[in-house]
């Protein structure tokens, strides 16, 4: 079974790395550097505390299991499970956040001034906050990195720098996919490669509308260890990298966030992040590096995972990949293998498959 995985962040590079450890022959085709676009502009924070709908959340739950299974089976140092603090609501809408994940089973609980000023010293304190225990944080260059060498340990390999310009139909099957040098032949072919999915698919007449979200991250320069969570305030999400840099999103609500454009200079913007960085950890702090990407984002906010159009045609696309890729390479690659889900896993997916945009 030959099998090309177009794309080669976070995605792409866990679903190529579960297909070849199952003995599949895979090529990954990647258009620049392995997870050089939106993994490598993620803020990278793993969770269930952020989600849409109650489905939403259990597949995220699900994504934090398989996150500690691809951390084992890997051996990675990419993740860290340092839990998180959460302040954004304040009065009613805290309350109402800390109940609704009480209600659906989340870890979760109410840590006053005193216990955060002790969980965090180097942060001003706020009155209280959410404190979700198992919560963590992943390096996506680092675990991308990873997957993609177990992958050629296992026998995968990688183009990259080469354009996949669209997938070759031929009678309704997948053939292969076309490139600026000539047509890689194929049995079948999983699309993860992020805004570029939409313009791939539609070449064999499947409709993916997708949004336009740009993300600029931050990165500081490398300062001594003082944080030890995600912190998500009113105003701001910040983490410290293990190398000492700290990553700031330049926008509040990074995770929810529904501008269609960057809305100023970007030094601009990162100027006033770190000034919002530099009141929370009451300290001066500049940021040396500001990268922009678009994230991935189907038209109705859903990630899209499933089998659509041409037979041997596989669809995985998606925000937030940073939680959800794990699980989302576990279950493509058994899919695409011709296995059977369990219940529980084909219910996880129902409400994801990419034929909810056909018309």
């Not at 976070?10 to 895979?26: K, S």
């Not at 800390?98 to 840590?111: D, K, P």
């Not at 996949?164 to 490669?193: K, N, Y």
């Not at 336009?212 to 969570?229: D, G, N, Q, T, Y």
Request: net charge negative; with cysteine; hydrophobic share 45%.
């Amino acid at each position: 079974m030959k099998i090309i995985v177009i794309g080669a962040g976070i995605i792409g590079a866990l679903t190529a790395y579960r297909l070849a450890e199952a003995g599949t022959e895979v090529t990954v085709i990647e258009a620049g550097q392995p997870a050089n676009a939106a993994s490598g502009a993620s803020f990278g924070w793993i969770n269930a505390s952020f989600y849409l709908n109650e489905d939403h959340f259990r597949l995220r739950c699900a994504a934090l299991e398989a996150h500690r299974r691809i951390q084992h089976d890997l051996g990675t140092t990419a993740t860290v499970w340092s839990g998180c603090l959460c302040w954004e609501n304040e009065g009613a809408a805290f309350e109402a956040q800390r109940a609704s994940l009480q209600r659906l089973g989340y870890a979760v609980r109410v840590v006053d001034r005193s216990e955060f000023a002790r969980l965090e010293p180097a942060v001003v304190p706020p009155e209280r906050a959410l404190l979700f225990e198992d919560e963590g944080a992943v390096d996506l260059v680092r675990l991308a990195t990873d997957a993609l060498d177990a992958a050629a340990a296992c026998g995968a390999r990688l183009i990259s720098g080469i354009e996949a310009l669209d997938i070759q139909d031929v009678s309704g099957r997948v053939a292969g996919v076309e490139t600026p040098l000539g047509v890689i032949l194929a049995d079948h072919v999983v699309v993860a490669a992020g805004v570029a999915t939409q313009a791939l698919v539609r070449s064999v007449g499947v409709p993916l509308p997708m949004l336009h979200r740009p993300a600029l991250i931050l990165r500081s320069e490398p300062i001594e260890p003082v944080l030890a969570h995600v912190l998500v305030s009113p105003g701001q999400e910040l983490r410290q990298m293990p190398d000492g840099q700290l990553l700031v999103p330049t926008v509040a609500n990074h995770q929810s966030d529904d501008s269609a454009q960057v809305s100023s200079r970007p030094d601009r913007l990162a100027d006033r992040a770190m000034s919002r960085v530099s009141a929370l950890l009451d300290r001066p702090l500049s940021w040396h590096e500001a990268t922009l990407a678009a994230r991935p984002m189907p038209e109705d906010g859903l990630p899209v995972i499933g089998a659509g159009g041409p037979r041997g045609l596989y669809i995985c696309t998606m925000h937030s990949g940073a939680t959800l890729a794990p699980l989302v390479a576990e279950l493509a690659a058994a899919e695409v293998m011709g296995a059977a889900l369990t219940n529980a896993q084909s219910a996880l997916l129902a409400p994801y498959r990419p034929q909810r945009f056909t018309a």
